[in-house]
Every structure is written in structure tokens, then in C-alpha cells.
């Protein structure tokens, strides 16, 4: 997740900060091992409800804050004040299945639309733009402008889209639901259709919602993604959207709301401590390398639980990698997260020290992490590695090159989780369909967590989730920055810098069960190839893997 300033740091799914911390508990740890996740619940609900003031602010959409976009705006719901419901939200996927191959007769989004009917249908409903398009401008609309063969703008575009009738094209709407004209969209902009393109988004523009159903809030940010990809806008707006420090009306950061609602970073705390204390657990000095510390939450479970070891708790070390984007979410620098782990080291009578790396996983080199005879080393990488450009993007390859440097370092453990999904050497097109696919899971599991109309839900999907989407369809080369991996490229990635599969014990998986009782049962765990996968119905979200 860490990026050079030539690649910026983006604020996901993966950096899911804690609630600030409250007097009446110093480390804010209690309210974590609950792993409540009552953000969103109803009053009637039990559990500990979060209740959000009302904003003023109206809601902030990626088209009001981006000048230039050239077209009309969607809805923007009005702000409200909620205590809402408990349940969970996901990331990424691929096309692999989880333990039930069979689709559940609610999921709407279990096939790939590579595979599925979407596409043929997508194709017929370009088919019938396009007569319709000859129908209503006459065969010189088979030429696009001669800027470049590219967009048309200006004059010429305001010109085409008056003849256009726009009502006729609506009167298409209801043969084709909205998840087709997306695929249609993106199959006419691969084939540089971009008078169907045109039409595409004029009618997308009448059916998406940032307050509405999944698919509507997730073609609105697709929409943002077409648009900026037109316009060559998709890296900045990647860099003004972050999930940036809670006002003094909002009880926690947007990038907390999704950490309460969903398991996936508790997934990959859970199954990192699990691994790290039963290879460290017998040794005197031991040294943790957090390539993605946020706020440093996961190690308090750790400390607390080597405290309690009979021999007596081991000296504990921590260096913690973060680069500037992150001080925003946390309050501050990296200091920060020292003190709060050290304070509550010292809570436990654990002797601790800690060492901050304020820099991007790019940046990193072998003097930075202050390695030390004796100590025993296990190096974490939850959601970061897919940031680091690799052979495809740079001749640098950083992606691989951190891999050979924390292998040179003879860590006892590595521990990875990342999002399972492709598309990070994918064709434009066929990378669209795969973040059309993860993404409508995502959404339809924050769906069941959140109200439509939740404020802060909105927020923080627009902060948190809209920008990958608009960075992995508006941009190439080192301005795009999302790029995920499957787990067998990250398993092949890991061997040729001559690593083996650390085998998972069941204490594992049994650790990550336990906590998935807490949220929605359409989550799923598979055991599968040395990894755990992390899904939502039966598609594949998220892979923990241990490395040595």
C-alpha cells in the first residue's frame, strides 16, 4: 500500500484505523476484542451503538469537488444523523469459488461477468444504441472527431448530444438493468465507440446513486472512473480523494466506519497474531516489521498475549512503516503509534521499543529497518504489497525487490494478506469486468451493514472505495496504483525470492471462524493451497498466507 511520491499512497480498505482513544480505556483494546461491529445498528439492536451527528455539509460526491466534468451531477442523498445496524462489507476477488460452488439464489454478482450472460447482453444493447444512434444523427455518426480519435468536446459534442434524443435512449433502460449498460460502457470505450460511449453515460447518468441500491452506488463511481479515464483526470482526482482526520461532528474516521462493518482487516490481524506467536512464542528477543502499522491496534493483542507466557514475556521491538498520506487517519506522525504501544507495553510489564520507518514501502532499504543480532524477526504485509510497481510498471521491480530484501533479512515468519483479485497486468477491458465483479460484492455486503442513506456510509465509501475504482479504470502505467494479484502469482512471486509456504496450523482458521460469528453468515472461510480465503457468498475476497 506504501507508494514513492511518483506513485501515490491510496486510503482503501486496507488502512482501517481504530476509534480514537477514550479515558476510561487508555488502549481503546477492549472495545476491539469485542470486535463490535454495532456501528451501523439499529437502537433495538444489542451491542454498542455509534450514533453520528448530523453534518451540515451536504454530501460530498466525486463530481461536485471535481471541476471540468462536463456532465450533470447524480443524486447526493441529505445528510442525516443514525445509529445504525451491525454486519459486515468486503474487498476484492477473483474468479475462484469458495466452498459452496453453487451460486446463492440472492447473489447477483457470483459469476464473473466475463463469463456470464451480462456481456451478450451488453452487446445487444450496444447494438441497439447504435441503430438507434444511425436512426437519429444518420450514417455520419460512424465518425468520431478528429481530436485524436478521441472524446468528442465542445461545439461538436453539444451539437450531437441537442440530436441526440436523450428520452429514446431512457426508453432502453428498462430492457437492460443497470449492470449490462455498465459492461457495454466499458466494452464500447475498449472499442473506441465513442459516440456509444456517449449514449452510455448520458443513460447512466439518469440511473446511478450514491445513496442507492449497490449496483446504482457502484455505477456511480465507475461513472466517475469513465469520465476521468476520458478526460485523463483519474490521478488527480485519486490523489484529492483520501480518507482524511474526522471533523469535530463525526465520532471516528471514514476509514474506521468500514473497519467496525467488515472483517477484513481483523481477518489479517487475526491470522497474523495466530502465526506470529506460535513461531515466536518460545523466543527471548523479538523483532515485528510492519510494512502497513496504521495505528499499531494488532500488536496490543500480541503484547497482551506473549505477557501472559509462563516463562515470562519476551523483549519486544517493533519498527512500523507508514508514509505521510497516513497522518491524517491517525491524528499525527508515527510517534503516535509509539507511545500508544509503548504505553501499553509498559501496562504489561513487556520491555518494548519502537522504531518508526516514516516512508513508503518504495523507499525502503536494508538501513531503515535496524535489524540486530539475536532477535528473532517476522515481517508483516497486510494490503500492501499490490502498490509496489513491479516488472510491468518500473525496471525497478519493487515489488519483487522488497520480497529479495526482507528475505535477505532470514525472518523465522512472513505473513501476507491481500486482496484476491487481477488486475494488475489486465487489458483495460478485462481488468473493468474484474473490478465491475469484486466491487459489486463489496458493495452489496456494505449494503447489509449500513442504510442506504447513512451519511457517514456515504462518506466513506466515496473516500475509501471510489478512488481504487476510479484509479483502476481511469489510469495506466505508474499513475495507477491499484494493482492486485491473485494469490498464486503472489505464491510464485514469493518462491522465486526463495521463500517456502509456512503450513497453517488449525488454530488458525479455527481463531478466524470464531471472530467471523460476529458478522453477517454470508462471509465465508475456504482452506485452500496453503492459504485461507476470505469470501463473500462465493466469491473469493481476500488470502492470508504465511512465508518463511
Not at 477492549?30 to 451540515?56: E, W
Not at 506473549?306 to 517493533?318: D, E, F, W
Request: with cysteine.
Amino acid at each position: 500500500m506504501r507508494t514513492s511520491p511518483k506513485h501515490q499512497n491510496p486510503a482503501t480498505i486496507r488502512r482501517l484505523y481504530d476509534q480514537p482513544v477514550k479515558e476510561n480505556d487508555p488502549f481503546n483494546l477492549s472495545r476491539i476484542q469485542m470486535l463490535d461491529n454495532n456501528a451501523c445498528s439499529d437502537t433495538g439492536v444489542q451491542g454498542t451503538n455509534v450514533s453520528f451527528q448530523t453534518c451540515k455539509d451536504q454530501v460530498f460526491t466525486l463530481e461536485s469537488s471535481m471541476a471540468g466534468a462536463g456532465f450533470g451531477a447524480y443524486d447526493s442523498p441529505s445528510a442525516v444523523s443514525i445509529s445504525s445496524s451491525r454486519s459486515p462489507f468486503s474487498p476484492h476477488g477473483s474468479q475462484s469459488c469458495l466452498s459452496d460452488p453453487r451460486p446463492s439464489p440472492d447473489n447477483t454478482y457470483g459469476s464473473p461477468y466475463s463469463g456470464s450472460s451480462v456481456v451478450d447482453d451488453s452487446n445487444k444493447l450496444k447494438h441497439k444504441l447504435r441503430e438507434l444512434e444511425l436512426s437519429l444523427l444518420g450514417p455520419e455518426s460512424d465518425t468520431v472527431d478528429s481530436c485524436n480519435g478521441c472524446f468528442i468536446t465542445g461545439d461538436h459534442q453539444a451539437a450531437s448530444m441537442a440530436s441526440f434524443n436523450c428520452a429514446q435512449l431512457v426508453d432502453l433502460v428498462p430492457k437492460f438493468n443497470l449492470k449490462q449498460i455498465l459492461v457495454a460502457c466499458g466494452q464500447a470505450l475498449h472499442d473506441d465507440d465513442m459516440m456509444t460511449v456517449t449514449g452510455l453515460m448520458h443513460v447512466l447518468e439518469k440511473m446511478v446513486s450514491v445513496s442507492g441500491e449497490p449496483i446504482q452506488r457502484l455505477g456511480a463511481y465507475v461513472l466517475e472512473g469513465l469520465r476521468a479515464r476520458l478526460e485523463s483526470s483519474g490521478s488527480n482526482i485519486y490523489r484529492a480523494l483520501k480518507c482524511k482526520e474526522p471533523t469535530s461532528s463525526e465520532l471516528m474516521s471514514y476509514m474506521h466506519i468500514l473497519f467496525r462493518i467488515c472483517p477484513y482487516w481483523k481477518f489479517a490481524y487475526t491470522s497474523g497474531n495466530v502465526v506470529i506467536k506460535e513461531v515466536l512464542e518460545y523466543e527471548g528477543k523479538i523483532h515485528i516489521i510492519d510494512f502497513q502499522i496504521a495505528q499499531g491496534t494488532q500488536w496490543m493483542f500480541l503484547i497482551a498475549a506473549l505477557a501472559k507466557h509462563p516463562g515470562g514475556p519476551p523483549s519486544i521491538r517493533i519498527t512500523g512503516i507508514d508514509d505521510s498520506q497516513s497522518n491524517h487517519a491517525r491524528g499525527g506522525g508515527l510517534h503516535i503509534v509509539g507511545q500508544r504501544l509503548s504505553e501499553f507495553a509498559r501496562s504489561y510489564n513487556v520491555s518494548f521499543e519502537f522504531h518508526d520507518a516514516a516512508m513508503s514501502g518504495c523507499e525502503i532499504q536494508l538501513e531503515h529497518l535496524k535489524v540486530q543480532p539475536g532477535e528473532a524477526l517476522a515481517v508483516n504485509l497486510p494490503y500492501v504489497l499490490h502498490h509496489m510497481p513491479d516488472e510491468s510498471v518500473s525496471i525497478w521491480n519493487h515489488r519483487d525487490r522488497l520480497l529479495r530484501l526482507v528475505k535477505s533479512l532470514s525472518p523465522k515468519v512472513v505473513t501476507l494478506t491481500e486482496q484476491e483479485s487481477n488486475t494488475n497486468t489486465s487489458p483495460f477491458f478485462s481488468r473493468y469486468l474484474e473490478t465491475l465483479d469484486y466491487y459489486s460484492a463489496m458493495f452489496e455486503s456494505i449494503d447489509v451493514a449500513c442504510p442506504r442513506d447513512d451519511k457517514q456510509r456515504i462518506n466513506a465509501e466515496q473516500h475509501c472505495v471510489a478512488r481504487d475504482i476510479v484509479n483502476m479504470i481511469a489510469c495506466e502505467g505508474p499513475e495507477r496504483v491499484e494493482r492486485h494479484e491473485l494469490h498464486g502469482k503472489w505464491r510464485s512471486r514469493f518462491m522465486m525470492a526463495g521463500f517456502s509456504q509456512y503450513p497453517l496450523s488449525s488454530s488458525v482458521a479455527m481463531a478466524v471462524r470464531d471472530m467471523l460469528k460476529e458478522y453477517d453468515h454470508n462471509y465465508r472461510l475456504e482452506e485452500r493451497e496453503g492459504a485461507l480465503y476470505l469470501g463473500w457468498v462465493n466469491r473469493a475476497m481476500a488470502t492470508f498466507s504465511a512465508w518463511r
